[in-house]
């Protein structure tokens, strides 16, 4: 709810983190309380920065604490601790600094403003009046009466077109040896005009004839009136009365059922139930995402006792999850069952069953039969042809894919794959769902593995073929943790499970029974196969969840990788059973391989019409593989490496490498660069195909 960190070795910064306008609910302020109490006492510490997680500086008290009883720190005593302390404080306001979150400004030292920065008291719309010192400190401030911009009244110390927070630390680290006491608001006179009695009189008459019988605005007065007489210890006390009054008022009540039905009202729910069939891992986090944001959940499994770990686990989750937001748990919303009967009135069904098309085929069908004519049906395949569910159901234009990424309730990207069959309505209520569990959504086709699995199949052959040629996972992992990921391909294959690919090899014939027994060694379908990843999962090492993948751990689930002799010597015996004489291979070539062969194959997306512009790839590696933010995605890479250098490089990979067709370059990659290599942004204009929907 507020992060602490220290920047410039001196300046302690605090941000507050309450989505979406870092309302400062209870755990927010206990986060303040904390981090202050930290700042003050940490000798390092020579000032503090407060400022707001996404362009929001704070949108004052959160509204929806007022309808219980009052929890956490309370606001005044929090602020006046802020005011008082020996150390410099400066707010970085961006966004909005609105009631609460204005008095929190007033407080601090120094403040920043963003020229866009909106500051002010709301409070009368919502019935109340701003009671945490707001009347008594502006009033200090900017005298009475006020009227002109903030920086000429007074209220800011800078105004910036920059980074609030950036210029903020520069400016506390300058404030450090000035002295605070005249900056301390509560502690400066009002300035009054002589006929104050007779401009208040005249202030209210004009309110009791524009808002007749409203109270808030009337409190506010008296308020002023308070600060213009009144010591700040007292004026403080006559605010807090005039809340009290106002607070439980049937006033206050409306007005804030009103600011909040103004939202609903925008809103245009259509799913208010769903279901999600499959308690594994991801459909667990599915659940947990659907349930937040308000949706009632029936969770189904195959099994008593799957149900019943099932049910433990999304009830520990949701707690979890609750605890972290300060908010109670929804446990109400849910429902388990082991019938799909159960769901005959849900309006979207989320499949996530093994990634077993019989299986798949099979759910479908049976949801066909129960599930009302209305009902969308979605899969959470993570690369199988949504086409083929649609076609077993009853409804195909309500088929369309939904494919989170594990873990779901903590990662942000959501794939919403469009079917040749699915409308235009559904593709929009399945991005407008995403939208509202808070993910990045993002369409795109139906194609094997979709847009992420299938550009991460050449990154990762590459890295398994580089295995092959002479590397260890841990100096690949190495070049790419270099590269900026905060996991190597190994790492990140151990963390997200190995039995996952391994079913989907076999589902589409690479490994397993159906393989040609013809096929000459190390080539499957007429191309390069690299046999080492399915020699693992024989051996029953999945990665991280069974304490042995591409590395070992100290014990099932554990995190902390280490290189496996076993490992190096299933690779020592491969490359000498298929006569691989190893070699040293340049960081260099890794990185260019893997991530060439990874931007290659989103040329080839976008020239498929699979995705719809090179921008959209790039947020699905942000979001769903942690590409690192300041390359920009694998798109924005290539882009910046010189799309002229990607393709000389990947032709000279090509050639060296003819029986793997990822590294040939792509055809748009080559008309890119034969018309003068446009910017990312122009790219779309030189794709033929594009998918109806995208
Ligand atoms: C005996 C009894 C004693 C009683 C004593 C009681 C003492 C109580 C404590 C006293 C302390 C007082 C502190 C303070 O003075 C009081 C306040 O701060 S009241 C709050 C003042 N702030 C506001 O009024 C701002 C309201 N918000 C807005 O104007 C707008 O939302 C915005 C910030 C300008 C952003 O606008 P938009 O970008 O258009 O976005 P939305 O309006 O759609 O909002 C997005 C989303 O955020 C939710 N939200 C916004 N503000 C708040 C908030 N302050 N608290 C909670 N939630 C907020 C909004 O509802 C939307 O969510 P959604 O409804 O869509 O889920």
């Given at each position: 709810m507020a992060r602490y960190e220290l920047v410039k070795r001196s300046v302690a910064l605090i941000t507050l983190t309450n989505p979406p306008v870092n309302a400062s609910s209870s755990a927010v302020r206990h986060a303040i309380a904390k981090s202050m109490k930290c700042a003050l006492s940490?000798?390092?510490?020579?000032a503090v920065v407060i400022c707001g997680e996404n362009g929001s500086f704070c949108g004052g008290a959160d509204i929806r604490e007022f309808a219980g009883p009052l929890k956490g720190p309370p606001l005044v005593p929090l602020l006046d601790a802020i005011e008082a302390g020996e150390k410099p404080v400066v707010a970085a306001i961006e966004g909005v600094a609105l009631g609460g979150g204005f008095e929190l400004a007033l407080v601090c030292h120094y403040r920043i403003a963003h020229s866009k920065a909106r500051l002010g008291f709301p409070e009368v719309t919502l019935g109340i009046l701003p009671a945490a010192g707001g009347t008594q400190r502006l009033l200090r401030l900017i005298g009475i009466p006020a009227a002109a911009i903030s920086l000429k009244l007074g209220i800011v110390d800078q105004v910036t077109e920059q980074n609030a927070c950036e210029v903020a630390v520069e400016f506390a680290l300058r404030a450090v040896a000035k002295p605070l006491l005249s900056r301390r608001v509560s502690m400066l006179t009002t300035r009054c005009p002589p006929d104050l009695d007779a401009l208040l009189d005249a202030v209210t008459m004009q309110v009791k004839k524009k808002a007749p019988g409203v109270m808030a605005p009337l409190a506010c007065i008296q308020a002023v009136r308070a600060a213009a007489t009144m010591p700040y210890y007292k004026g403080i006390k006559r605010e807090g009365e005039l809340m009290a009054t106002l607070f439980n008022s049937g006033q206050a009540w409306a007005l804030q059922y009103c600011f909040f039905a103004q939202r609903t009202a925008g809103k245009w729910t259509l799913i208010r139930s769903a279901a999600v069939i499959g308690l594994g891992t991801m459909g667990r986090g599915i659940a947990v995402c659907l349930a937040r944001v308000g949706i009632s959940v029936i969770a189904v499994e195959s099994e008593k006792k799957l149900l019943e770990t099932g049910r433990q686990m999304v009830i520990g989750m949701l707690e979890r999850d609750a605890k972290r937001r300060g908010v109670s748990a929804s446990l109400n919303l849910f429902k388990f069952t082991l019938s799909l009967h159960d769901l005959k009135d849900v309006d979207l069904v989320i499949e996530v069953v093994f990634e077993d098309m019989a299986l798949k085929k099979r759910v479908f069908q049976e949801l066909s039969k129960v599930c009302r004519p209305a009902t969308l049906l979605c899969t959470n395949t993570s690369g199988l042809d949504v086409d083929a569910l649609a076609g077993v159901t009853d409804r195909p234009h309500l088929v369309v894919g939904m494919h989170f990424f594990s873990p779901a309730h903590v990662m942000k990207l959501l794939e919403v794959v469009c079917g040749p069959r699915s409308s235009s309505e559904t593709i929009a209520t399945a991005m407008s769902l995403g939208k509202r569990m808070g993910k990045v959504s993002v369409a795109v086709g139906n194609c094997p593995g979709f847009v992420r699995n299938r550009m991460l199949k050449p990154y990762i052959d590459q890295a398994t073929f580089l295995l092959e040629e002479g590397a260890t996972p841990e100096q690949i992992d190495k070049a790419l943790e270099d590269f900026g990921f905060a996991m190597g391909v190994f790492r990140m294959s151990d963390l997200a499970g190995l039995d996952v690919g391994w079913r989907v090899r076999k589902e589409s014939g690479l490994n397993g029974s159906d393989v040609d027994p013809e096929s000459p060694p190390r080539r499957r379908q007429g191309r390069r196969y690299c046999l080492i990843p399915d020699m693992v999962c024989e051996q029953g090492r999945f990665g991280q969840k069974t304490g042995g993948g591409w590395y070992m751990y100290d014990k099932r689930g554990g995190t902390n990788a280490k290189p496996d002799p076993l490992i190096q010597n299933l690779l020592e015996t491969y490359r000498s059973k298929y006569g691989i004489q190893p070699r040293n291979i340049s960081n260099q070539e890794i990185v260019e391989r893997c991530l060439f062969a990874l931007a290659n194959e989103g040329f080839g997306i976008l020239e498929d019409g699979m995705a719809a512009r090179p921008e959209d790839i790039d947020v699905i590696y942000l979001f769903g593989y942690g590409f690192p933010r300041h390359r920009g995605g694998p798109m924005f890479y290539a882009s910046m490496v010189g799309l002229e250098r990607v393709l000389k490089r990947l032709e000279h990979y090509h050639q060296a490498h003819p029986d793997v067709p990822h590294l040939k370059p792509s055809p748009l990659l080559k008309t890119l660069v034969a018309c003068g290599i446009p910017p990312v942004q122009k790219w779309r204009e030189h794709i033929k195909t594009m998918h109806s929907h995208l």
């Amino acid at each position: 709810m507020a992060r602490y960190e220290l920047v410039k070795r001196s300046v302690a910064l605090i941000t507050l983190t309450n989505p979406p306008v870092n309302a400062s609910s209870s755990a927010v302020r206990h986060a303040i309380a904390k981090s202050m109490k930290c700042a003050l006492s940490d000798p390092e510490v020579t000032a503090v920065v407060i400022c707001g997680e996404n362009g929001s500086f704070c949108g004052g008290a959160d509204i929806r604490e007022f309808a219980g009883p009052l929890k956490g720190p309370p606001l005044v005593p929090l602020l006046d601790a802020i005011e008082a302390g020996e150390k410099p404080v400066v707010a970085a306001i961006e966004g909005v600094a609105l009631g609460g979150g204005f008095e929190l400004a007033l407080v601090c030292h120094y403040r920043i403003a963003h020229s866009k920065a909106r500051l002010g008291f709301p409070e009368v719309t919502l019935g109340i009046l701003p009671a945490a010192g707001g009347t008594q400190r502006l009033l200090r401030l900017i005298g009475i009466p006020a009227a002109a911009i903030s920086l000429k009244l007074g209220i800011v110390d800078q105004v910036t077109e920059q980074n609030a927070c950036e210029v903020a630390v520069e400016f506390a680290l300058r404030a450090v040896a000035k002295p605070l006491l005249s900056r301390r608001v509560s502690m400066l006179t009002t300035r009054c005009p002589p006929d104050l009695d007779a401009l208040l009189d005249a202030v209210t008459m004009q309110v009791k004839k524009k808002a007749p019988g409203v109270m808030a605005p009337l409190a506010c007065i008296q308020a002023v009136r308070a600060a213009a007489t009144m010591p700040y210890y007292k004026g403080i006390k006559r605010e807090g009365e005039l809340m009290a009054t106002l607070f439980n008022s049937g006033q206050a009540w409306a007005l804030q059922y009103c600011f909040f039905a103004q939202r609903t009202a925008g809103k245009w729910t259509l799913i208010r139930s769903a279901a999600v069939i499959g308690l594994g891992t991801m459909g667990r986090g599915i659940a947990v995402c659907l349930a937040r944001v308000g949706i009632s959940v029936i969770a189904v499994e195959s099994e008593k006792k799957l149900l019943e770990t099932g049910r433990q686990m999304v009830i520990g989750m949701l707690e979890r999850d609750a605890k972290r937001r300060g908010v109670s748990a929804s446990l109400n919303l849910f429902k388990f069952t082991l019938s799909l009967h159960d769901l005959k009135d849900v309006d979207l069904v989320i499949e996530v069953v093994f990634e077993d098309m019989a299986l798949k085929k099979r759910v479908f069908q049976e949801l066909s039969k129960v599930c009302r004519p209305a009902t969308l049906l979605c899969t959470n395949t993570s690369g199988l042809d949504v086409d083929a569910l649609a076609g077993v159901t009853d409804r195909p234009h309500l088929v369309v894919g939904m494919h989170f990424f594990s873990p779901a309730h903590v990662m942000k990207l959501l794939e919403v794959v469009c079917g040749p069959r699915s409308s235009s309505e559904t593709i929009a209520t399945a991005m407008s769902l995403g939208k509202r569990m808070g993910k990045v959504s993002v369409a795109v086709g139906n194609c094997p593995g979709f847009v992420r699995n299938r550009m991460l199949k050449p990154y990762i052959d590459q890295a398994t073929f580089l295995l092959e040629e002479g590397a260890t996972p841990e100096q690949i992992d190495k070049a790419l943790e270099d590269f900026g990921f905060a996991m190597g391909v190994f790492r990140m294959s151990d963390l997200a499970g190995l039995d996952v690919g391994w079913r989907v090899r076999k589902e589409s014939g690479l490994n397993g029974s159906d393989v040609d027994p013809e096929s000459p060694p190390r080539r499957r379908q007429g191309r390069r196969y690299c046999l080492i990843p399915d020699m693992v999962c024989e051996q029953g090492r999945f990665g991280q969840k069974t304490g042995g993948g591409w590395y070992m751990y100290d014990k099932r689930g554990g995190t902390n990788a280490k290189p496996d002799p076993l490992i190096q010597n299933l690779l020592e015996t491969y490359r000498s059973k298929y006569g691989i004489q190893p070699r040293n291979i340049s960081n260099q070539e890794i990185v260019e391989r893997c991530l060439f062969a990874l931007a290659n194959e989103g040329f080839g997306i976008l020239e498929d019409g699979m995705a719809a512009r090179p921008e959209d790839i790039d947020v699905i590696y942000l979001f769903g593989y942690g590409f690192p933010r300041h390359r920009g995605g694998p798109m924005f890479y290539a882009s910046m490496v010189g799309l002229e250098r990607v393709l000389k490089r990947l032709e000279h990979y090509h050639q060296a490498h003819p029986d793997v067709p990822h590294l040939k370059p792509s055809p748009l990659l080559k008309t890119l660069v034969a018309c003068g290599i446009p910017p990312v942004q122009k790219w779309r204009e030189h794709i033929k195909t594009m998918h109806s929907h995208l």
